[in-house]
């Protein structure tokens, strides 16, 4: 088996308090990241000349007006619009005017085309739908919102949902099914679905975290699902029928929280491989595991055999002494295995994951 | 635990929060042992939010219940009664102190004596929550009550 190493592609400063999350533009050479000091700064990224390295500056700050912290960014699919999740209850909308017809990075300021209203408490985490068309949010107020993207950036509120007990930490779109992940403060994850005929409801209540489930990230095939929790450990979730999942798989290796896992496709030789599994955590450390089809996936799909797995890389103190809020890898074709993580020492930083 | 160089003033644990010492959390990399007398003299004259009274007059906090090792501080204290209210407000007393006089690499872990409180697990979990935490300091009511709790331990031997 290969070994690999995660290796400092950049550091990017700016933000002036803890940096919560960051997301990739899945279109653009785009980097968001978002903070305690209310603000969203974006990233342009490019090959410097006779180098193979990513060289990344500073585009644009955008002062959201929100009243207090950022917590979390999204951005739709067609890379057009970013979503922000706020301590002060609200999301916010942002695109850049021209952004849907010109090129280069300095097109236009980045606006607020839509403010959505509704929850009660400090909002968590928002994303969209693979489609782009659903959007959905949550709060410590214990809902979740499932809204509608219509035309002109229109938002209608197609439902709310409220099964969690307890502040809910992190939404997640099933990555072709219109399925949604919701884990919460009350160790719980719950997935719903829509009823054509009715509203949206939960259809499954997935339980074995023994704390706070802080993320989840589902697998790009979208047969696993995977969760991060407050008990230290990532589970791993495989569905076993059309609306029932199962765990089947708990990977440990943190000493504190994890508060962040991203699924992405990786680059292995591996046929069987199930993509890259990156998480960061309250220790300090960012770990990178390869997860491989089980041996019946071909004549068993849905069994509840669960996925090979291997620690690939590993790397102590990503952000010095300080915690690691956030890990995405790069959604874009030929980035595969580019990470960006978020840390309370304010900062943003890249890493390419490379055999050692 | 004496301090070593990079502090010109004699090692009085109270240092750590002077103005002119904030340059203490500059260098990361060098560790400088901390005891759990040193981080009971920081938050032993926080108020208790509903007494005149301080934390180590009303025994809810004591040295002996403070652990430390190289980067983890784990503090554990006694609320006057196990339905006591303020529970969580005086854990996040403790919790604002700390995060504002110990060099970052400690991690701090706040946790009630167990059996002293009847919502013991709710408590806990919310104090060592660092998003619950973010959130609430962006509170002003409750920021303004933490900092009323901690005016004494601010001043205090200043």
């Given at each position: 088996?290969?070994?690999?190493?995660?290796?400092?592609?950049?550091?990017?400063?700016?933000?002036?308090?803890?940096?919560?999350?960051?997301?990739?533009?899945?279109?653009?050479?785009?980097?968001?990241?978002?903070?305690?000091?209310?603000?969203?700064?974006?990233?342009?990224?490019?090959?410097?000349?006779?180098?193979?390295?990513l060289?990344?500056?500073?585009?644009?700050?955008?002062?959201?007006g929100?009243?207090?912290?950022?917590r979390?960014?999204?951005?739709?699919?067609?890379?057009?619009?970013?979503?922000?999740?706020?301590?002060?209850?609200?999301?916010?909308?942002?695109?850049?005017?021209?952004?849907?017809?010109?090129?280069?990075p300095?097109?236009?300021?980045?606006?607020?085309s839509?403010?959505?209203?509704?929850?009660?408490?400090?909002?968590?985490?928002?994303?969209?739908?693979s489609?782009?068309?659903?959007?959905a949010?949550?709060?410590?107020?214990?809902?979740?919102?499932?809204?509608?993207?219509?035309?002109d950036?229109?938002?209608?509120?197609?439902g709310?949902?409220?099964?969690?007990?307890?502040?809910?930490?992190?939404v997640?779109?099933?990555?072709?099914?219109?399925i949604?992940?919701?884990?919460?403060?009350?160790?719980?994850?719950?997935?719903?679905?829509?009823?054509?005929?009715?509203?949206?409801?939960?259809?499954?209540?997935?339980?074995?975290?023994?704390?706070?489930?802080?993320?989840?990230?589902?697998s790009?095939?979208?047969?696993?699902?995977?969760?991060?929790?407050?008990?230290?450990?990532?589970?791993i979730?495989?569905?076993?029928?059309?609306?029932?999942?199962?765990?089947?798989?708990v990977?440990?290796?943190?000493?504190?929280?994890?508060?962040?896992?991203?699924w992405?496709?990786?680059?292995?030789?591996?046929?069987?491989s199930?993509?890259?599994?990156?998480?960061?955590?309250?220790?300090?450390q960012?770990?990178?595991w390869?997860?491989?089809?089980?041996?019946?996936?071909d004549?068993?799909?849905?069994s509840?055999t669960?996925p090979?797995?291997s620690?690939?890389?590993?790397l102590?103190?990503?952000?010095?002494?300080y915690?690691?809020?956030?890990?995405?890898w790069?959604?874009?074709?030929?980035?595969?295995?580019?990470l960006?993580?978020?840390?309370?020492?304010?900062?943003?930083?890249?890493?390419?994951?490379?055999?050692? | 635990?004496?301090?070593?160089?990079r502090?010109?003033?004699?090692?009085?644990?109270?240092?750590?929060?002077?103005?002119e010492?904030?340059?203490?959390?500059?260098?990361?990399?060098?560790?400088?042992?901390?005891?759990q007398?040193?981080?009971?003299?920081?938050?032993?004259?926080?108020s208790?939010?509903?007494?005149?009274?301080s934390?180590?007059?009303?025994?809810?906090?004591?040295a002996?219940?403070?652990?430390?090792?190289?980067n983890?501080?784990?503090?554990?204290?006694?609320?006057?009664?196990?339905?006591?209210?303020?529970?969580?407000?005086?854990?996040?007393?403790?919790?604002?102190?700390?995060?504002?006089?110990?060099?970052?690499?400690?991690?701090?872990?706040?946790?009630?004596?167990?059996?002293?409180?009847?919502?013991?697990h709710?408590?806990?979990?919310?104090?060592?929550?660092?998003?619950?935490?973010?959130?609430?300091?962006?509170?002003?009511?409750l920021?303004?009550?933490?900092?009323?709790?901690?005016?004494?331990?601010?001043?205090?031997?200043?």
């Amino acid at each position: 088996m290969t070994r690999f190493k995660i290796a400092k592609v950049a550091e990017l400063q700016g933000h002036d308090e803890r940096a919560w999350n960051i997301a990739w533009n899945p279109a653009k050479p785009l980097l968001a990241s978002c903070s305690a000091d209310k603000t969203v700064r974006l990233y342009h990224y490019d090959h410097a000349t006779d180098s193979p390295d990513l060289r990344f500056t500073h585009n644009t700050t955008i002062s959201t007006g929100h009243t207090k912290t950022v917590r979390a960014v999204a951005w739709s699919p067609s890379g057009l619009s970013l979503a922000t999740a706020s301590f002060d209850a609200n999301v916010g909308i942002w695109e850049q005017e021209g952004g849907d017809e010109g090129e280069g990075p300095n097109a236009g300021e980045w606006e607020c085309s839509s403010l959505l209203e509704g929850h009660e408490t400090e909002c968590k985490s928002v994303a969209y739908s693979s489609s782009g068309t659903l959007l959905a949010s949550c709060s410590r107020d214990k809902t979740v919102w499932v809204w509608e993207v219509q035309p002109d950036v229109d938002f209608e509120c197609l439902g709310v949902l409220m099964e969690h007990t307890q502040d809910v930490k992190c939404v997640a779109w099933h990555p072709h099914e219109e399925i949604l992940a919701s884990a919460s403060y009350d160790d719980t994850i719950r997935l719903y679905i829509d009823d054509p005929s009715d509203d949206w409801f939960c259809f499954a209540t997935l339980k074995g975290h023994e704390s706070t489930v802080w993320c989840v990230s589902w697998s790009p095939d979208g047969r696993y699902l995977a969760s991060s929790s407050d008990d230290k450990t990532v589970r791993i979730w495989k569905r076993v029928k059309e609306h029932s999942w199962e765990s089947v798989l708990v990977l440990t290796g943190h000493e504190r929280s994890v508060y962040s896992i991203s699924w992405g496709v990786g680059k292995s030789n591996d046929d069987a491989s199930l993509g890259w599994l990156a998480s960061a955590s309250g220790d300090g450390q960012v770990m990178v595991w390869e997860l491989t089809k089980p041996s019946d996936s071909d004549t068993a799909p849905m069994s509840s055999t669960p996925p090979g797995h291997s620690i690939i890389a590993r790397l102590e103190a990503a952000h010095g002494v300080y915690d690691v809020n956030a890990v995405a890898w790069c959604p874009r074709q030929g980035y595969e295995n580019i990470l960006a993580t978020a840390g309370d020492d304010c900062s943003v930083r890249v890493w390419k994951v490379i055999p050692e | 635990a004496k301090a070593t160089g990079r502090r010109s003033k004699p090692s009085k644990p109270e240092s750590f929060w002077d103005d002119e010492e904030a340059d203490v959390e500059v260098d990361e990399n060098t560790v400088e042992p901390i005891d759990q007398d040193e981080i009971f003299d920081l938050i032993r004259h926080i108020s208790d939010p509903e007494h005149p009274n301080s934390l180590e007059e009303l025994r809810v906090v004591s040295a002996p219940q403070i652990s430390v090792s190289e980067n983890r501080v784990i503090v554990e204290f006694t609320p006057t009664v196990p339905h006591c209210g303020m529970s969580t407000l005086i854990g996040l007393s403790i919790r604002v102190r700390l995060m504002q006089s110990l060099p970052p690499r400690f991690k701090v872990d706040i946790f009630v004596k167990p059996g002293s409180h009847q919502s013991e697990h709710a408590v806990n979990k919310q104090l060592n929550d660092k998003e619950r935490v973010a959130a609430a300091l962006e509170n002003p009511a409750l920021v303004d009550t933490v900092e009323k709790c901690l005016e004494k331990a601010e001043s205090w031997g200043a």
